[in-house]
């Protein structure tokens, strides 16, 4: 099998291609044995993708690195030739990023993906797996949203993930190209870039800054550990239904001043250290996910409880300090 993902030098990529490549700290039980002949990375190496997420993986004679935009469509048709499968995560992902600024988000997130599924489509492609986001549903007061919930993006990010979902899926009912979709709830853990939530608060808080609470803090998100979407991820590329999306959920709700408090603990600070900020335009206030599709038809459920991941993640951003340093420096 010839497995081509891209943004695989980003957070939740790179850990799939050190989980299909059997790296220990990318690999666990339940995960099917997809067994790559090939990989290859396709990444604009922007600046939350880095090689360095590929070190341990750097010497796999499996493995090929390719640098490109999936926005250039010439080379988006070059990568994309001779592969079985794609496993898209290349996206432009931070929503303040997008509303500041939501052109790059609307290039990559939409007509990216649709150079990808051309080139699926031209070259043969077995299977494509797409990756969204929860956050195409908009907000949810109560319970969880199903996969046939209709969509209610309410950011630029999210609305460029919503479109790119919608193309996917028509390519699968027009086309009869094999895609599958899976939308997940807010990952966390190692190698992620010091912009989102998590990791901003864990570097701040080792260095000695204060942390920016949105709001009255009351937004809820469910979290998931990078491993386990990834898990599911592999699941669905194995025996997901074409033209189905599957829901990948953590099980774990908080909201962001929980989590805040979690943080603080983990890193040995008090509430002094948090500074209350204006909450962001258009911030959705609660998102959950129902996972029972995934978990009946896939046998999915999260393996790595919050404690555990959140405990392990704060660890390894103590001892990395290599890693995100200089990601810091750069202005993040």
């Known amino acids: 099998m010839r497995i081509l993902v ?48 590929l070190t341990s993986v750097a010497d796999d004679r499996r493995l090929r690195f390719v640098r490109g935009d999936i926005r250039h469509p010439d080379v988006v048709d070059r990568a994309v030739e001779g592969h079985d499968v794609v496993v898209h995560f290349a996206a432009e992902s931070h929503v303040d990023r997008s509303i500041s600024g939501a052109a790059p988000f609307v290039t990559t997130n939409a007509l990216g993906t649709q150079y990808l599924l051309d080139a699926a489509l031209r070259h043969g492609v077995a299977r494509f797996v797409h990756v969204s986001t929860d956050e195409v549903y908009g907000s949810i007061a109560e319970g969880s949203w199903t996969e046939d919930w209709p969509l209610a993006p309410n950011s630029p990010y999210s609305a460029s993930k919503a479109s790119s979902d919608l193309l996917a899926l028509a390519y699968h009912r ?50 998931l550990h990078v491993h386990d979407h990834c898990r599911g991820i592999a699941l669905v590329q194995h025996r997901g239904r074409a033209g189905e999306v599957y829901h990948i959920g953590g099980g774990t709700e908080l909201t962001n001043k929980e989590l805040t408090a979690r943080l603080l603990d983990a890193c040995d600070a008090g509430w002094d250290r948090v500074t209350p900020v204006a909450d962001r335009k258009g911030h959705d206030r609660r998102y959950s996910l129902d996972i029972t599709k995934i978990s009946k038809e896939l046998g999915y459920a999260p393996s790595i409880t919050f404690d555990t991941g959140l405990a392990d993640t704060v660890r390894w951003y103590r001892n990395n300090r290599a890693w995100w340093t200089p990601l810091k420096t750069a202005g993040t």
């Open 174 to 223: 027009t086309h009869g190209l094999d895609v599958v979709v899976t939308r997940c709830s807010n990952n966390y853990g190692p190698y992620q870039y010091p912009e989102k939530v998590v990791p901003l608060f864990v570097t701040n808080l080792l260095d000695g800054h204060p942390v920016p609470l949105y709001g009255d803090g009351g937004n809820v998100r469910d979290w």
């Open 6 to 53: 891209t943004g695989g030098a980003g957070f939740i990529g790179s850990e799939y291609v050190r989980m299909l490549l059997g790296v220990p700290g990318g690999s666990a039980a339940n995960v099917p044995a997809l067994e790559p002949e090939h990989v290859t990375v396709l990444d604009a190496l922007t600046y939350s993708g880095n090689l360095a997420n």
